[in-house]
């Protein structure tokens, strides 16, 4: 090592951490990840890996005193973690550029994060916190419905839900607890408006941020992001409301060196901090949509500040449009990924990452972790940025094992959670709702052919338009179903018996996943009978 090379440990080495390892590298420094997964995908990136859990503060203050005190350490850095604690813990017990740990602290705490902005009267929602045990608190809360639940110490999402009466708090609060590492939750007045994401970086006291994006949220009660677009569309007034809360925020929370990452509505009548971290954000944007669409690496500005360098410039060098966009899964385990070299010809898509593979399990989503992987485009018009991102979501598909119990309770039940793939007009679900499962042939009148495989015919022209969650219209569905189809033999029963009711359920219910899963289920079926029983298995109709 040279005496002007730089070493700087990052905490985590997933997907996340990749811009950092990658610009540390770029820069010529010495870098030291740390990650509990042995296996990380940023883990080889690295001069030097550490296996370690990223809560284990004092094991990670240990090998950060290793490496200072036998060939030197110059800073510490996360970014879409929930470990700035133990970045601003490292740095304060080392003599590193940081925050206090109590900064650090506050901006992870959400509990203690609203009585900070409470105290400077920063805009923010009412809120009681309680600990685990202490849920008999929340009788105050009768009247101020809906509320918002969280956990204080967690992000993407996990644990988050609104709760529309009393009866189902507590339940939502032993949820929320779950993902709580210090065992509390915290229960907030719903804000109702759009929510934006900012990042900031603080160089001596001078904020300065990086453009707001627009949150793409989904599936209530939950608040799930499908994307988000930067930057955001909103106008003047709004983005400039939205910056000025943010700013207020980091000052009352006392972040005045390093990166700051805030989630900030807007009710119509002003700006409401969601909540603001001390480090740079996740979901893709400090790493991949900002950079795109403004041209500077606020990762690598992050890292000079951590390392207790000036920033460097930040000036913005081109104004495109970045999108990032997510695919996602009904319930069951993944068979494989389909189309993913086809998205990625989409022009414009930068990148396709994945979550998953053959053998994942995979849930509709409740929160931000749960998503089976995001595309990103980058382009200068705007439109076509989104529209490129939202085509190549469409090219991808999960394709699902076989005749799995969570797969068909998520078809056939009776929940009205999540909601369907296709939400039609209620003329077409009833007649939808009115088919038998099955038809025995011959009413090849009535049957519409798809591949070698004849379905029961229906007129969905009038909701052709519509478009399911990844993206894809009822219409592109049926043909990209066909095409699959037709690449495989028809099986035994196929001359004797058509799907009715229980293909186009599945259908509108779960997409092309639905769709394809009800033939794969009944692919090795050798009669009509054996099929017929299959279907009352599923109890379609109960």
């Not at 000025?244 to 929370?253: P, S, Y």
């Not at 219209?473 to 058509?498: D, G, Q, R, V």
Request: proline residues 7%.
């Amino acid at each position: 090592m040279t005496p002007a090379q730089k070493t700087i440990m990052i905490l985590g080495a997933g997907t996340m951490q990749i811009p950092a390892l990658s610009a540390a590298k770029k820069k010529g420094w010495r870098v030291i990840a740390v990650d509990g997964n042995p296996c990380a995908p940023g883990a080889g990136i690295a001069d030097i890996f550490e296996p370690v859990d990223l809560k284990e503060e004092e094991t990670l203050l240990n090998r950060a005193r290793f490496y200072k005190e036998t060939s030197g350490l110059d800073g510490i850095f996360t970014a879409g973690t929930d470990f700035s604690l133990s970045v601003a813990f490292i740095a304060e017990n080392l003599g590193l550029p940081g925050i206090p740990v109590e900064v650090a602290r506050n901006a992870t705490n959400k509990a203690l994060m609203r009585r900070i902005f409470a105290l400077h009267g920063v805009p923010g929602p009412a809120f009681l916190s309680c600990r685990r045990g202490e849920l008999d608190q929340l009788s105050a809360l009768s009247g101020t419905f809906p509320v918002v639940v969280k956990p204080v110490d967690s992000m993407g999402a996990r644990g988050v839900q609104m709760v529309q009466e009393p009866s189902l708090l507590k339940a939502a609060c032993e949820k929320a607890l779950a993902f709580s590492r210090s065992g509390g939750v915290i229960v907030e007045e719903f804000i109702n408006g759009p929510e934006f994401s900012v990042d900031a970086l603080v160089y001596q006291g001078q904020i300065h941020a990086f453009g707001i994006a627009d949150r793409h949220i989904y599936f209530p009660p939950f608040f799930v992001e499908l994307g988000h677009t930067f930057p955001s569309a909103a106008g003047k007034k709004i983005l400039q409301d939205v910056e000025e809360v943010f700013r207020q925020g980091i000052k009352a929370l006392g972040i005045d060196n390093g990166a700051a990452k805030g989630d900030i509505f807007h009710t119509g009548g002003g700006a409401v901090i969601g909540e603001i971290a001390a480090r740079l954000s996740g979901g893709y944007m400090s790493g991949w949509t900002c950079p795109y669409a403004c041209g500077v690496d606020i990762t690598e500005a992050a890292m000079n500040i951590a390392l207790g360098l000036p920033p460097g410039d930040m000036s913005p060098r081109r104004a495109w449009t970045s999108a990032e966009r997510a695919f996602i899964s009904i319930p069951g385990t993944a068979a494989g990924l389909a189309g993913l070299e086809r998205a990625l010809e989409v022009p414009g898509v930068q990148d396709v990452f994945t979550r998953v593979e053959a053998g994942s399990p995979v849930k509709f989503p409740e929160n931000n972790v749960e998503k089976c992987g995001n595309v990103i485009s980058a382009l200068p018009e705007r439109k076509s940025a989104f529209r490129a991102a939202e085509k190549a979501v469409s090219r991808i598909l999960v394709r699902l094992e076989p005749g799995g119990r969570q797969t068909a309770a998520f078809l056939f039940g009776n929940s009205s959670w999540p909601p369907p793939a296709f939400n039609l007009p209620e003329s077409l679900a009833r007649l939808i709702r009115t088919l038998p499962a099955w038809l025995l042939l011959p009413t090849r009148e009535k049957t519409l052919s798809l591949g070698y495989r004849p379905v029961a015919a229906i007129d969905y022209a009038e909701a052709a338009n519509l478009k399911d969650w990844n993206y894809r219209s009822l219409a592109s569905t049926l043909n990209h179903l066909a095409k699959i189809l037709k690449k495989s033999a028809p099986p035994p029963w196929a001359s004797n018996l058509a799907l009715g009711g229980v293909f186009w359920l599945a259908l509108i219910r779960g997409g092309l996943q639905g769709a394809l899963w009800i033939f794969d289920s009944l692919e090795q079926e050798k009669t009509a009978e054996n099929v017929q029983e299959r279907i009352k298995e599923w109890k379609v109709y109960q």
